[in-house]
């Protein structure tokens, strides 16, 4: 069976997608795929790939599966080119897509559809007290999927791929967790980098971005509105009303046909 996909990417986090609105889902094992295409090198390359659903409720429903087959809650990337994808393909200027963890909206900011802005909705944190997870302190966010977001002095070139693996798989978290370091460098800019469950080490991460910013607002270290540096770009995350909002530049880069 042959499959039309094209790939996408937001700052350096990149994904493959599939589109399915308008033709029936093929009955194939997505999570044996995903570990398939997204292999560096030996196959795609990706971060991950997307399904986008019919739904009657939305525009589409986005499904998420990670480079290492598991099914994943939220992007924050993936629904920025979502967002724009659609827009495109339906001329608007706002989308809503809905998801595992709830409906989200995107609005397109710029003519050529590829700067897009994220209501990410309300998040949480998930315990007040910080808690120590293999010598690193940090603070538990909730925005559709789960975060451990530490802030640090000193932030190194490889410190995620270093250190995310032994807090993802710690005791403390039976299903896994994202892993963000955090670097502040005012109230209004922080650097960052990133290790998502089930992908790795990745160039950026839409959600880790508002995680980041929200534990740093909640504990008066960071301001409303702030600018995030990520290993593949930058992305600005805006707290309003309680809801977080995400901005950034998407960037198409090939579409082609793969057999599965």
């Not at 924050?76 to 827009?87: D, E, N, R």
Request: glycine content about 10%; proline content about 2%.
């Amino acid at each position: 069976m042959k499959l039309d996909f094209f790939k996408m990417h937001t700052q350096g986090n990149d994904y493959i997608y599939f589109d399915f609105i308008e033709i029936e889902t093929p009955k194939i094992d997505f999570s044996k795929l995903a570990i398939k295409l997204c292999k560096r090198h030996f196959g795609i390359g990706a971060d991950g790939i997307v399904l986008i659903l019919k739904d009657d409720d939305s525009e589409a429903f986005m499904k998420i599966f990670n480079a290492d087959g598991s099914e994943g809650k939220m992007c924050g990337s993936a629904l920025m080119c979502v967002s724009s994808y659609l827009g495109k393909k339906f001329n608007k200027k706002t989308l809503n897509i809905d998801t595992i963890s709830g409906i989200r909206t995107g609005l397109i900011l710029d003519k050529k559809f590829n700067e897009v802005k994220i209501n990410m909705g309300s998040p949480e944190i998930i315990s007040k007290e910080p808690l120590t997870v293999e010598n690193f302190s940090g603070y538990l966010v909730q925005i559709g999927n789960k975060h451990f977001v530490t802030f640090i002095n000193n932030l190194s070139a490889d410190m995620a791929a270093k250190y995310g693996p032994f807090i993802e798989n710690n005791k403390s978290f039976p299903d896994g967790i994202n892993v963000e370091f955090v670097k502040i460098k005012s109230k209004n800019s922080i650097e960052m980098s990133v290790w998502e469950r089930g992908s790795g080490a990745t160039l950026s991460c839409g959600t880790g971005a508002c995680a980041s910013v929200y534990a740093g607002i909640m504990y008066d270290l960071l301001s409303d509105t702030v600018k995030v540096k990520l290993p593949g770009g930058e992305v600005f995350v805006e707290y309003e009303n309680g809801d977080i909002f995400l901005t950034g530049r998407i960037s198409f880069v090939y579409s082609g046909t793969v057999e599965v």
